[in-house]
């Protein structure tokens, strides 16, 4: 037991923790591709022996948190999550530009996921590895959506971090994961060198094989299958809905990584009932 805590007050806790953790997820989402960036144009200005550019701080905690249009900081209590995007109504307290709803909706939905987690797994360590992978995943489907996307500096820790939580909490599931790792990888990078040598297009990226590979890590290698006809299905039926909602974007390319993120989540939360439907549906 990570708290001994009844319900009445764990739950709320547990879900005011998710809406902060929420909030600095906004923060990964907004900078760590632009620290990716800057990271590769570093090395590409050194590889070309190109003078060294020079930029004031920037990661995780400086510079503060500021308006994205006229980069005025925003005060502490306009950092409240959900709370301070109501109060301001979704509009900058300086130049008034709209700030967008993704704030407030990646804070609820860290204290939703947070909440399920604790009512799923109480105040265990393993709800606390369990939390961290969801959160994990919520941060890198949307950077994905964003920016298209998967950076290694998540999807490989994941990875990781899935292997470690098999050999502390469940020792005869390692071998498994192992494999699930492995398996995810080769089952996503097969599929992309088949649709390129038939269609001569890429299909994905490189990022979304290491993904998979991380799910499988934390679900072993019975669960991918379960994850790839979560996450296909979804991902056909809503970019058809998007692309007829929005014409525009027909024919461009839609990140998977989104899709797998929500296979990950449903089979992290709700895997062995799903596994066992899914075994009597198919098995039949």
């Given at each position: 037991?990570?708290?001994?805590l009844?319900?009445?007050?764990l ?16 923060v ?8 990716l960036m ?8 050194e590889?070309?022996e190109?003078?060294?550019e ?30 301070g ?7 900058c ?13 990646v ?20 709800g ?8 994990s995943?919520?941060a ?10 998967l ?15 098999q050999?502390?909490f ?9 494999i699930?790792?492995?398996?995810g990888?080769?089952?996503l990078?097969?599929?992309y060198w088949?649709?390129?040598l ?5 299909g ?8 998979l ?6 679900m ?10 979560l996450?296909a ?7 058809i809905l ?5 014409p ?29 439907m899914?075994g ?5």
């Amino acid at each position: 037991m990570v708290l001994d805590l009844p319900p009445s007050l764990l739950y709320p806790l547990t879900a005011f923790i998710g809406l902060c953790l929420g909030s600095f997820l906004n923060v990964v989402i907004a900078r760590l591709p632009v620290m990716l960036m800057r990271g590769w144009r570093a090395e590409a200005r050194e590889a070309l022996e190109l003078p060294e550019e020079h930029h004031e701080p920037f990661n995780l905690v400086t510079p503060r948190s500021m308006c994205p249009s006229c980069e005025h900081p925003i005060a502490w209590h306009d950092n409240i999550p959900v709370l301070g995007w109501l109060k301001r109504r979704g509009r900058c307290a300086n130049c008034h530009a709209r700030i967008s709803p993704q704030y407030p909706l990646v804070e609820l939905a860290g204290g939703a996921l947070a909440f399920a987690v604790a009512v799923l797994f109480g105040a265990t360590w393993q709800g606390l590895f369990i939390l961290g992978a969801c959160l994990s995943l919520l941060a890198m489907a949307v950077i994905d959506l964003r920016t298209q996307l998967l950076p290694d500096s998540l999807t490989l820790p994941l990875l990781w971090a899935g292997l470690l939580y098999q050999l502390l909490f469940q020792p005869l599931m390692l071998e498994s994961a192992v494999i699930g790792a492995m398996a995810g990888y080769l089952v996503l990078w097969s599929f992309y060198w088949a649709f390129k040598l038939i269609t001569g297009k890429e299909g994905m990226g490189y990022g979304d094989f290491k993904l998979l590979a991380a799910l499988g890590a934390w679900m072993g290698w019975q669960y991918l299958p379960l994850l790839l006809i979560l996450s296909a299905g979804v991902g056909a039926v809503l970019g058809i809905l998007i692309q007829l909602a929005v014409p525009k974007l027909r024919g461009a390319p839609m990140p998977f990584g989104p899709y797998l993120a929500l296979a990950g989540w449903i089979t992290l939360l709700g895997g062995e009932p799903l596994m066992a439907m899914y075994g009597r549906f198919f098995l039949l």
